[in-house]
């Protein structure tokens, strides 16, 4: 009898898993799955929106994107972008926090705050703003010019080295304290205590960094990681708003020639665009799968 009671209990928890489970769980087949299916079909067809057909053969938009130089230079580009800014980025933000999180600093509230604020910045201004900093007679050159390092002012925007050199600073200058605050929230999670263990068995700064912090801010290293590299594979508004994808198409990003083919010039290429995405969306999955692989500790 207490068995049957016993399983009959399990079997109502059950039955009121689901009841609260089924509503959360038929909104996302609905609004997320049903669209990527509905996207999928459609990377699969040719034409304009009011009369897609299917592909002929059917993987053509797929085979076609390795054959496009311009989109296989913007995989290049956002790749470049990625192996620079992400680390340097991360670093930083982790220096930072490390900083920031000691308990005798004073007006750590204050440093916090002013690193935390380009965050807060529009997408799309900021990038104006760093456009208007960068210009030819804008006040980089200015100070550069005034300082003797530049004799005349210097097409930053023009060239595409250092226009891709821009793009990296900005996205560095923007979301180096957005993950700041993650590793800070982990560090006020590791007692003070350890530390004070470390420092009376001779550990330096160093060393107590490499042996403590790091170990134990892995989760949030790898959660920070995979996080930057979905960001910076669909980076877009720089490009846009920044550069412009110039010049010459230098510092175009994959989410950039992706809005092109489907709206941004008119073209309304929208089978071919959605291929692209899933594309981007199929390397996205692989780089986070190996991160969290590599990360994982578990036996």
Same mark, same amino acid.
């Given at each position: 009898?207490?068995q049957k009671k016993?399983?009959?209990?399990?079997?109502k928890?059950?039955?009121a898993?689901?009841?609260?489970?089924?509503?959360a769980?038929?909104?996302?087949?609905?609004?997320?799955?049903?669209?990527?299916?509905?996207?999928?079909?459609?990377?699969?067809?040719?034409?304009?929106?009011?009369n897609?057909?299917?592909?002929?053969?059917?993987?053509?938009?797929?085979?076609?994107?390795?054959?496009?130089?311009?989109?296989?230079?913007?995989?290049?580009?956002?790749?470049?972008?990625l192996? &620079?800014? %992400? =680390?340097?980025?991360l670093?930083?933000? !982790?220096?930072?926090?490390q900083?920031?999180?000691n308990?005798h /600093?004073? +007006?750590?509230?204050?440093?916090?705050?002013?690193i935390?604020?380009?965050?807060?910045?529009?997408?799309?201004?900021?990038?104006l703003?760093?456009?208007?900093?960068?210009?030819?007679?804008g006040?980089i050159?200015?100070?550069?010019?005034?300082?003797g390092?530049?004799?005349?002012?210097?097409?930053?925007?023009?060239?595409?080295?250092s226009?891709?050199?821009?793009?990296?600073?900005?996205?560095?200058?923007?979301?180096?304290?957005?993950?700041?605050?993650f590793?800070?929230?982990?560090?006020?999670?590791i007692e003070y205590s350890?530390?004070?263990?470390a420092k009376?068995?001779?550990?330096?700064?160093?060393?107590?960094?490499?042996? &403590?912090? %790091? =170990?134990?801010?892995?989760?949030?290293? !790898?959660?920070?990681?995979?996080?930057?590299?979905?960001?910076? /594979?669909? +980076?877009?508004?720089?490009s846009?708003?920044?550069?412009?994808?110039?010049?010459?198409?230098?510092?175009?990003?994959?989410?950039?020639?992706?809005?092109?083919?489907?709206?941004?010039?008119g073209v309304?290429n929208?089978?071919?665009?959605?291929?692209?995405?899933?594309?981007?969306?199929?390397?996205?999955?692989?780089?986070?799968?190996i991160n969290?692989?590599?990360?994982?500790?578990r036996d």
């Amino acid at each position: 009898m207490k068995q049957k009671k016993r399983m009959s209990l399990l079997a109502k928890q059950s039955a009121a898993g689901w009841i609260f489970l089924t509503p959360a769980a038929l909104l996302i087949a609905v609004m997320a799955f049903w669209p990527m299916i509905q996207a999928f079909i459609m990377s699969l067809q040719t034409g304009s929106s009011a009369n897609m057909q299917w592909s002929e053969p059917i993987f053509n938009n797929y085979t076609r994107m390795f054959q496009d130089k311009l989109f296989l230079r913007s995989v290049g580009n956002t790749f470049l972008y990625l192996i &620079i800014q %992400v =680390p340097i980025m991360l670093i930083l933000a !982790i220096l930072l926090a490390q900083l920031l999180n000691n308990k005798h /600093l004073r +007006l750590k509230g204050f440093f916090r705050t002013c690193i935390f604020l380009p965050c807060a910045t529009s997408l799309v201004s900021y990038s104006l703003i760093f456009k208007s900093l960068f210009a030819t007679d804008g006040l980089i050159n200015s100070v550069l010019v005034h300082l003797g390092i530049l004799e005349s002012n210097y097409n930053f925007l023009g060239n595409a080295a250092s226009a891709k050199a821009v793009i990296i600073i900005a996205l560095i200058w923007r979301w180096t304290g957005y993950n700041m605050v993650f590793y800070l929230a982990g560090l006020q999670n590791i007692e003070y205590s350890v530390y004070e263990a470390a420092k009376i068995d001779g550990a330096n700064g160093w060393k107590t960094f490499w042996g &403590i912090t %790091v =170990p134990l801010l892995k989760p949030t290293i !790898i959660m920070t990681f995979i996080m930057s590299i979905n960001g910076t /594979l669909q +980076l877009f508004d720089e490009s846009v708003n920044l550069t412009n994808g110039g010049p010459a198409n230098a510092t175009i990003t994959m989410s950039h020639y992706i809005y092109n083919n489907s709206l941004g010039q008119g073209v309304a290429n929208f089978g071919y665009a959605t291929a692209m995405s899933f594309f981007v969306f199929i390397i996205v999955a692989i780089l986070a799968f190996i991160n969290m692989k590599v990360g994982d500790t578990r036996d």
